[in-house]
């Protein structure tokens, strides 16, 4: 595939946009048809190097924010369209699937195959993106099934969803004891919001409000039984209710959830800047800093940085408009990532599943087990695209409303080429000219542009078809 079917992006910094071309070059060889094992467009998204290559839940529900910037590419739904084929009478999807067999994955610890509940989401992101109603209308009613699987087998007495912690998926996280994962609930809470919003995009009031009530409700049960007025956190709780002490990276999920109030959430994004927490040199790590079991070599879940996690982290400062310090976030991680992939001392980097917290470089491995995979790029395309696209630049994208938000956070020479808006092809840059800074387009059809510049003029323009160039002064 030709590097000019991708949308060009335009930075200062030339190592940040050659990061992003070789994510979409390198992509390529994770689609595998699995009838064929070969590498195809048509196939899915998996990684290549698994000794039993599973379509998993979680990493392809992530792989749509990123997919979806590839101008049609790759089909951001595969995987998901996959998954849902596989749901079963009852409601359940499982977390993972055998590519070969189709078979689902499960063992001891996760006998049921539940994973994290975040397909209503993506599919959310993806109707912005892609325009497509009718897959709305027609997704709905597995993603329903779904959320009525989990409430008859998950939900207890108290109102909250009791799971197994292996399958929040943070495999050797310290969460001995966990009864209620503040993850899981939080998932269920982020699908409920998203799925109340499907149902208004369907003019369906009955099933918006349906998914209101929900989420209200769980919304209260975690502020009240899971927040921690002393440490200024959300933690997992044990089956008497209680708080576990450790404080990890799933303890910002309530964030993306828009769970905490203007007070709990300045007291939980204080942590990501206290080096004594979540604050470390490469952000975020998995495990708070003071947490005796923290790592600095990672060790999995000890301490390591992964990509789907900050990417959640970001996203949640983002709902609390905390745009800066989600800019500084992401750019900060891109360097380190930029780091394990040409390391200083001239040795052969790549890009990994997870990084080390504290230096840079890949995570170290505990035990045997391939840890952490390199070129994991249903993954990492959520650093070097998604964040790149969204809160390195800065631009915010909605086709069914017809909006594009840029949010500059400092002038600078960056933006967009030919990105593919439904037959739709358009390029916003910023640049320097004789008389200021300015902001050159050009589109196939109309849209609305609102630009939000330092914090201090936001305006919103209407974008003709064709060629146009604007002054920031001059706004």
Not at 12 to 24: A, E
Not at 121 to 138: D, G, I, P, Q, S
Request: proline letters at 6%; hydrophobic letters at 35%; one cysteine or more.
């Amino acid at each position: 595939m030709s590097k000019k079917d991708f949308p060009k992006i335009h930075f200062y910094d030339q190592d940040f946009v050659d990061i992003y071309d070789k994510t979409w070059n390198w992509l390529s060889d994770s689609w595998i048809d699995p009838k064929t094992n070969e590498v195809s467009n048509d196939g899915y998204f998996i990684h290549p190097g698994d000794s039993q290559p599973v379509i998993n839940q979680a990493e392809s529900i992530f792989s749509t924010f990123f997919l979806v910037y590839s101008n049609k590419n790759y089909a951001a739904e595969n995987n998901l369209d996959f998954l849902y084929s596989k749901q079963e009478q009852n409601g359940a999807i499982r977390w993972k699937y055998d590519i070969k067999t189709g078979a689902p994955v499960v063992d001891s610890e996760n006998p049921e195959g539940i994973g994290l509940p975040l397909f209503a989401w993506a599919e959310y992101n993806l109707y912005h993106k892609l325009a497509n109603k009718r897959r709305v209308k027609e997704i709905m009613p597995v993603l329903q099934k779904y959320m009525n699987w989990i409430e008859e087998n998950f939900k207890q007495e108290n109102g909250l969803y009791s799971v197994p912690p292996k399958a929040c998926g943070m495999e050797n996280s310290p969460r001995p004891n966990v009864k209620f994962p503040i993850d899981f609930n939080a998932c269920i809470a982020i699908n409920a919001l998203n799925m109340s919003a499907l149902g208004d995009i369907l003019n369906d009031k009955e099933l918006s409000f349906q998914y209101k009530r929900m989420y209200f409700g769980l919304k209260t049960r975690i502020n009240s039984y899971m927040w921690n007025a002393e440490t200024g956190f959300y933690h997992d709780l044990d089956e008497n209710e209680n708080y576990l002490p450790q404080k990890t990276i799933a303890g910002f999920w309530p964030l993306l959830a828009e769970i905490p109030n203007a007070d709990k959430a300045d007291a939980l994004v204080e942590h990501l800047s206290n080096p004594k927490t979540f604050g470390t040199e490469h952000p975020f790590p998995t495990l708070s800093a003071d947490s005796p079991e923290f790592s600095e070599n990672g060790e999995g879940y000890r301490g390591s940085v992964y990509p789907a996690l900050n990417f959640m982290v970001v996203k949640g400062l983002e709902k609390y408009q905390r745009y800066d310090l989600a800019r500084e976030c992401a750019i900060r991680h891109l360097y380190f990532v930029l780091e394990g992939l040409q390391p200083a001392d001239g040795s052969k980097g790549d890009l990994y599943e997870a990084y080390l917290p504290c230096k840079e470089g890949p995570a170290i491995k505990t035990g045997d087990e391939i840890f952490p995979r390199k070129r994991c790029m249903i993954t990492i395309g959520l650093s070097t695209i998604a964040l790149m696209i969204e809160n390195v630049i800065g631009l915010s994208i909605s086709l069914p409303r017809k909006t594009v938000d840029w949010i500059i956070p400092n002038l600078e020479i960056m933006g967009i080429e030919k990105l593919s808006l439904k037959r739709n092809l358009i390029t916003i840059l910023s640049h320097k000219t004789p008389r200021g800074w300015g902001i050159q387009m050009e589109s196939e059809k109309l849209y609305y542009f609102t630009i939000n510049i330092l914090d201090q003029k936001k305006k919103t323009l209407p974008i003709p078809s064709g060629k146009c160039s604007m002054l920031i002064d001059k706004l």
